[in-house]
């Protein structure tokens, strides 16, 4: 039975949830815009070989990443205020930064060769282990970052994020212009920790203690676990493709597909951590409330719809203009498997929020199920389309999974959980961007036939869509901007 909720607590909770999201969205559109800036930068100052390193080097580094966090930040955050001792913090911790040392010593000396054989690169013996420094650090900042999501300070984190980012990115931007080539996008992938560490130590006034206290560690670490697998299997199923195309077809197809993919998935990737960033506290702590959480829910998936699918739409429309005439000739490959991505993003931000509802509704053993179930179709499927249509292959063997992605999270919440969210009730909820985007859709392909430039089309996209939102939200946009004017 579902708890009751008092009226103060949903105000409460809604003052909390509109503030995290207002910060959430100035750190995304910061962060997306600085980063746009810097790839188009980067993308003329270098090439897609150099870009393909990194993309190699990462596969294998940031797989260690997701073994260096433990699960620790998602078990700390899911927690309930009250069953938190000052001994569980300083427990993940000290415990974080001994598995970081042990980490950093295997990618040095074990994966970095392992790396650079599997890949016939040489310099990958350098660039992994330069890359692994970011592991060795990260643990200092996991107690910090998880005590200000679990307060819902987010915005400290947008600040905290969008400044090492700048930082990071500006050095990376001198370094690129003074010819460090490839070395210019390993320090923009490594540095972020190091400008965070200050930051973070700052904001929480939390210091650290090299204490670990048995009872903390099997309480953090038994969510954790379930946590750990998880993001593994996550990792691998949505990296997998980097691995193998890496592997048979180079470094420079791997750059081609690595710019569509920044373009499109890691676009929808970076809004959906951010907004679930905010939820999975608020999860938590509603995790009785099983209406309360089908209305969150959904109103998580309507905004990430409605910032991600006009988007997606330009790229599938004006794709090969917009990449040609921005990045260049030189990157003219990219674009076929561009527009299948920004299909398959469409098709995943309508399950977005998902893990994070499973996460706090204390169900990390069913995420970790069906992230096994996906992979173990994901990945022939892969193989199969790179072997025989290279990129083309993969983004198509992608948008096939996402399909798998929806049906997949549709069963859970039908059968699985007691969440219950149908069919009917998501088409509903998204009804809005979806007829929007199929008008501006329209309306853009035609501009496209008769010659209009890509710049004006894409002003004339988002004039289309945004007209067709206002009308058909008017009154719940209306009421969001008061609650963001009165966020505080």
């Not at 999975?280 to 209305?295: V, W």
């Not at 179709?377 to 292959?393: C, D, E, H, R, W």
Request: with cysteine; aromatic share 14%.
């Amino acid at each position: 039975m579902s708890e009751i909720v008092e009226p103060t607590a949903v105000k409460s909770d809604k003052k909390l949830v509109v503030s995290g999201i207002f910060w959430t969205l100035i750190q995304l559109a910061v962060n997306q815009s600085f980063s746009f800036v810097l790839k188009l930068i980067l993308a003329k100052l270098l090439f897609p070989n150099q870009f393909g390193l990194v993309g190699m080097a990462a596969v294998f580094t940031g797989f260690v990443q997701v073994l260096n966090d433990l699960g620790v930040g998602a078990a700390l955050v899911q927690r309930k205020k009250e069953d938190l001792r000052p001994e569980h913090y300083s427990t993940a911790f000290t415990t974080g930064v001994i598995w970081s040392v042990l980490l950093f010593a295997i990618m040095s000396l074990a994966v970095a060769p392992i790396a650079a054989n599997f890949y016939h690169e040489p310099l990958l013996r350098t660039i992994v282990p330069v890359l692994s420094i970011g592991i060795l650090f990260s643990p200092v900042n996991l107690v910090h970052k998880a005590q200000l999501s679990k307060a819902m300070n987010f915005r400290k984190l947008a600040f905290i994020d969008n400044t090492s980012n700048i930082l990071s990115g500006v050095i990376a931007l001198i370094l690129a212009l003074y010819g460090a080539g490839v070395w210019a996008l390993v320090f923009n992938t490594v540095s972020n920790v190091f400008f965070e560490m200050p930051l973070f130590f700052n904001a929480t006034k939390w210091k650290p203690s090299f204490k670990i206290d048995k009872k903390a560690f099997n309480d953090v670490f038994s969510f954790g676990a379930y946590a750990t697998g998880s993001n593994v299997l996550n990792y691998l199923y949505n990296n997998i493709d980097y691995l193998l195309i890496g592997k048979l077809l180079g470094a420079s197809s791997l750059g081609l597909y690595t710019l569509a993919f920044v373009l499109t998935d890691t676009f929808r990737s970076r809004l959906m951590s951010v907004i679930n960033s905010v939820m999975y506290p608020m999860y938590g702590r509603r995790q009785n409330d099983f209406e309360a959480l089908k209305r969150y829910y959904l109103k998580v998936v309507l905004f990430n719809c409605l910032f991600v699918f006009p988007v997606m739409i330009y790229f599938v429309v004006d794709g090969g203009d917009f990449v040609t005439h921005i990045f260049g000739t030189k990157w003219e490959q990219t674009v076929l498997p561009l527009q299948i991505l920004a299909v398959s993003v469409m098709l995943h931000i309508m399950v977005s929020g998902n893990t994070a509802l499973l996460r706090g509704l204390g169900y990390p053993g069913m995420e970790m199920k069906q992230q096994i179930l996906k992979a173990a179709i994901f990945l022939p499927s892969l193989a199969i389309g790179i072997y025989n249509f290279g990129l083309v292959g993969a983004a198509w063997a992608i948008l096939i999974n996402k399909f798998l992605l929806v049906a997949v999270a549709q069963y859970t919440f039908y059968f699985l959980i007691p969440v219950r969210i149908t069919v009917g009730e998501l088409v509903s909820a998204i009804k809005a961007p979806l007829v929007a985007s199929i008008a501006a859709a329209a309306i853009t392909y035609a501009l496209k036939l008769v010659g209009v430039n890509y710049i004006i089309s894409g002003v004339i996209l988002c004039a289309v869509y945004g007209g067709i939102i206002w009308m058909m939200m008017r009154s719940e946009l209306k009421l969001l901007l008061t609650s963001f004017k009165n966020k505080q």
